[in-house]
């Protein structure tokens, strides 16, 4: 290892930013350092490709035991690996379970970010370890009224969490600005709209969409059930968002950073774009909870779908006790202060998770 190499320390590595993250951090020639749950089964799955046996020469990306809910480990990760910089990824961060998971979510989510934090300034750190901290569009819970004059949320907009999950996201949000304003801490917080990719987590909702698609083409189920149709997300590409992250740490001044597209798109629409990448139209009829959606025509031959087959039905099971209704952010500062330009748009990143998805089944 040379002495100018950058050490950078992952918290939720084994999720899908966290294998992004990792990945273009040793594109860029840092020792990575990883946080990884003790799991029952292998959990590692999006960075095995990048897994380096301990025994080579080089070695420039090590997995370390951890979680977020213990103190005592997290100051001994952060001494161990005296990182230049963190990014706190690690969190439960399904919006529907911290329904029911609140107090877990309030320690992993909330807690687990001044753990981080606290650790850094009793390490004596706080000249040396910036901190990324994994904020959330879910902080500004969707009401209309505060967003800005030209209709997005921006840096500037109020915070209303509709859910324990936004609730614990925005202690992260305030301990992070507040160790940044108490002991000079460069600790800034990334308010990342919501993005996705082939390696999202199966049970948000652009996923499990792309799956079913695909396992509907391939005649492996039959009906796709969700919840909410009408609500709209702005979405984006992990990829492109893993970059910001970074880019986020190598300022003069740390600040925080809203990331996003700028565009929102109903659940419903990505439900069409989706089943178009397999050549299916579909129509929707019914409302809110009878609605259903039936094969109108399939013009690719090598996929069966009858016509007039319904493929998904909504099952309110799904909706959640408070919905966040719409979402579109406004990604002005980050492009102009961090040169941040994302690579993807929506119809690209279906089309690739739809493929990817395909190749699965
Ligand atoms: P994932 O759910 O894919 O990954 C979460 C990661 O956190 C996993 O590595 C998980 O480990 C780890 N983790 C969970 N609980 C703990 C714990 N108690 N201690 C240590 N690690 C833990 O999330 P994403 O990659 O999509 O998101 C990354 C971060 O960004 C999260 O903080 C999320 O809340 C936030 N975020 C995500 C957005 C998105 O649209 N993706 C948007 C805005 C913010 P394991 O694999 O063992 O479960
Ligand atoms: P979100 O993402 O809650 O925005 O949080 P998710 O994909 O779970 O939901 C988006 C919207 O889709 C509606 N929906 C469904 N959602 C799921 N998961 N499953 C369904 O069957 C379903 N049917 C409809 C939801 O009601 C919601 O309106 C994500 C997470 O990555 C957070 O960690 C992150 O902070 C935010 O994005 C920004």
Same mark, same amino acid.
Request: aromatic share 10%.
């Given at each position: *290892?040379?002495?100018?190499?950058?050490?950078?320390?992952?918290?939720? !590595?084994?999720?899908?930013?966290?294998?992004?993250?990792?990945?273009?951090?040793?594109?860029?020639?840092? *020792?990575?350092?990883?946080?990884?749950?003790?799991?029952?089964?292998?959990?590692?799955?999006?960075?095995?490709?990048?897994?380096?046996?301990?025994?080579?020469?080089?070695?420039?990306?090590?997995?370390?035991?951890?979680?977020?809910?213990?103190?005592?480990?997290?100051?001994?990760?952060?001494?161990?690996?005296?990182?230049?910089?963190?990014? @706190?990824?690690?969190?439960?961060?399904?919006?529907?379970?911290?329904?029911?998971?609140?107090?877990?979510?309030?320690?992993?989510?909330?807690?687990?970010?001044?753990?981080?934090?606290?650790?850094?300034?009793?390490?004596?750190?706080?000249?040396?370890?910036?901190?990324?901290?994994?904020?959330?569009?879910?902080?500004?819970?969707?009401?209309?009224?505060?967003?800005?004059?030209?209709?997005?949320?921006?840096?500037?907009?109020?915070?209303?969490?509709?859910?324990?999950?936004?609730?614990?996201?925005?202690?992260?949000?305030?301990?992070? %600005?507040?160790?940044?304003?108490?002991?000079? *801490?460069?600790?800034?917080?990334? !308010?990342?709209?919501?993005?996705?990719?082939?390696?999202?987590?199966?049970?948000?909702?652009?996923? %499990?969409?792309?799956?079913?698609?695909?396992? !509907?083409?391939?005649?492996?189920?039959?009906?796709?059930?969700?919840?909410?149709?009408?609500?709209?997300?702005?979405?984006?590409?992990? %990829?492109?968002?893993?970059?910001?992250?970074?880019?986020?740490?190598?300022?003069?001044?740390?600040?925080?950073?809203?990331?996003?597209?700028?565009?929102?798109?109903?659940?419903?629409?990505?439900?069409?774009?989706?089943?178009?990448?397999?050549?299916?139209?579909?129509?929707?009829?019914?409302?809110?909870? @009878?609605?259903?959606?039936?094969?109108?025509?399939?013009?690719?031959?090598?996929?069966? !779908?009858?016509?007039?087959?319904?493929?998904?039905?909504?099952?309110?099971?799904?909706?959640?006790?408070?919905?966040?209704?719409?979402?579109?952010?406004?990604?002005?500062?980050? %492009?102009?202060?961090?040169?941040?330009?994302?690579?993807?748009?929506?119809?690209?990143?279906?089309?690739? *998770?739809?493929?990817?998805?395909?190749?699965?089944?």
């Amino acid at each position: *290892m040379s002495t100018t190499q950058k050490v950078a320390l992952v918290t939720g !590595i084994t999720g899908q930013d966290g294998s992004y993250l990792a990945e273009l951090l040793l594109e860029k020639g840092y *020792m990575v350092h990883g946080v990884k749950r003790r799991a029952s089964s292998f959990n590692t799955q999006r960075i095995d490709h990048i897994y380096q046996d301990q025994h080579e020469v080089h070695v420039n990306f090590k997995l370390h035991y951890g979680d977020l809910t213990d103190s005592t480990n997290i100051i001994r990760i952060i001494q161990e690996v005296q990182p230049d910089e963190i990014y @706190n990824l690690g969190a439960m961060s399904h919006v529907m379970v911290s329904f029911d998971s609140p107090e877990y979510v309030a320690n992993v989510d909330g807690l687990g970010t001044l753990r981080i934090l606290e650790a850094v300034r009793l390490l004596g750190l706080t000249k040396k370890t910036r901190v990324y901290q994994a904020s959330t569009s879910e902080l500004y819970g969707g009401l209309a009224e505060n967003k800005n004059a030209a209709g997005f949320y921006d840096e500037n907009s109020p915070f209303y969490p509709r859910s324990p999950y936004g609730a614990a996201k925005i202690y992260g949000f305030w301990i992070t %600005k507040n160790y940044r304003e108490a002991y000079n *801490m460069f600790a800034c917080n990334g !308010i990342l709209f919501n993005h996705e990719s082939p390696r999202r987590g199966e049970t948000f909702v652009t996923r %499990k969409i792309t799956m079913a698609v695909a396992a !509907i083409a391939k005649g492996k189920q039959d009906c796709l059930y969700l919840g909410n149709l009408n609500s709209q997300r702005d979405w984006g590409h992990a %990829k492109d968002y893993v970059e910001a992250m970074w880019r986020i740490l190598q300022q003069d001044v740390p600040e925080d950073y809203v990331i996003a597209t700028g565009v929102t798109t109903y659940i419903r629409d990505f439900v069409i774009m989706a089943f178009a990448e397999v050549g299916v139209t579909l129509t929707f009829e019914g409302e809110q909870e @009878n609605e259903t959606a039936t094969v109108a025509a399939c013009s690719n031959p090598l996929y069966q !779908i009858a016509i007039g087959t319904v493929v998904l039905r909504v099952d309110p099971e799904y909706y959640r006790p408070t919905e966040v209704d719409l979402l579109i952010g406004d990604p002005t500062k980050s %492009k102009t202060q961090l040169g941040w330009k994302p690579q993807y748009d929506l119809a690209a990143m279906v089309k690739e *998770m739809v493929a990817s998805d395909l190749k699965l089944y």
